[in-house]
T-cell receptor
Framework: AQKVTQAQTEISVVEKEDVTLDCVYE???????LFWYKQPPSGELVFLIR??????QNEISGRYSWNFQKSTSSFNFTITASQVVDSAVYFC????????????FGKGTKLTVNP | GAGVSQTPSNKVTEKGKYVELRCDPI?????LYWYRQSLGQGPEFLIY????????DSGLPNDRFFAVRPEGSVSTLKIQRTERGDSAVYLC?????????????FGPGTRLTVT
């Protein structure tokens, strides 16, 4: 069975601090995909990144970076020099290839960046 | 280009009534998904369409829920005999054709309140 755990329910930081959001997943498949989505107060889910299980290279996109470690079944997300506009709920999700490709989401981490 | 659109944005109905929620996916996207998001939770999968057919309806909670996509584009989620527990935000997402697991693009959701 697929499962995604985001142990941090809420995180509060001050602007310009770095923050890491944790994601741990469970799957029996060898081929799977991991995602991060952002849900700002407006409510619409915004896609951030997709990684497949065969690519463990870390990725950096501006102030965002992702660390994928199969050995610990983790796919953590770091925001460098956080800004108030980063305040949102962030969801990690898992999809197993070959099936319906539905997304299984974690419960989300609410990030508040204070000025 | 236009994103995923959903109507209505808000729906208030009385317990026992029938409701229909509409989703208009991104043009050309053959895969369409419905999710339900309760307060403080991540989205939960309901049903997946590939073209006109429901390829996976394992997430529908019971037989009061039904969805159609007759022409392979617009989809309607139908809920009969609504219950207060059905209150949630119903999200629709679409993605490009099969062959690889693609990211899903979400609509703004329909907030359903059953009184």
């Amino acid at each position: 069975a697929q499962k995604v755990t985001q142990a941090q329910t809420e995180i509060s930081v001050v602007e310009k601090e770095d923050v890491t959001l944790d994601c741990v997943y469970e799957t029996r498949d060898t081929t799977y995909y991991l995602f991060w989505y952002k849900q700002p107060p407006s409510g619409e889910l915004v896609f951030l990144i997709r990684r497949n299980s065969f690519d463990e290279q870390n990725e950096i996109s501006g102030r965002y970076s992702w660390n994928f470690q199969k050995s610990t079944s983790s796919f953590n997300f770091t925001i460098t020099a956080s800004q108030v506009v980063d305040s949102a709920v962030y969801f990690c999700a898992l999809s197993e290839a070959g099936g319906s490709e539905k997304l299984v989401f974690g419960k989300g981490t609410k990030l508040t960046v204070n000025p | 280009g236009a994103g995923v659109s959903q109507t209505p944005s808000n729906k208030v109905t009385e317990k026992g009534k029938y409701v229909e929620l509409r989703c208009d996916p991104i043009s050309g996207h053959t895969a369409l998904y419905w999710y339900r998001q309760s307060l403080g939770q991540g989205p939960e999968f309901l049903i997946y369409f590939q073209g006109t057919g429901a390829a996976d309806d394992s997430g529908l909670p019971n037989d009061r829920f039904f969805a159609v996509r007759p022409e392979g584009s617009v989809s309607t989620l139908k809920i009969q005999r609504t219950e207060r527990g059905d209150s949630a935000v119903y999200l629709c997402a679409s993605s490009p054709s099969r062959g690889a697991v693609h990211e899903q693009y979400f609509g703004p959701g329909t907030r359903l309140t059953v009184t």
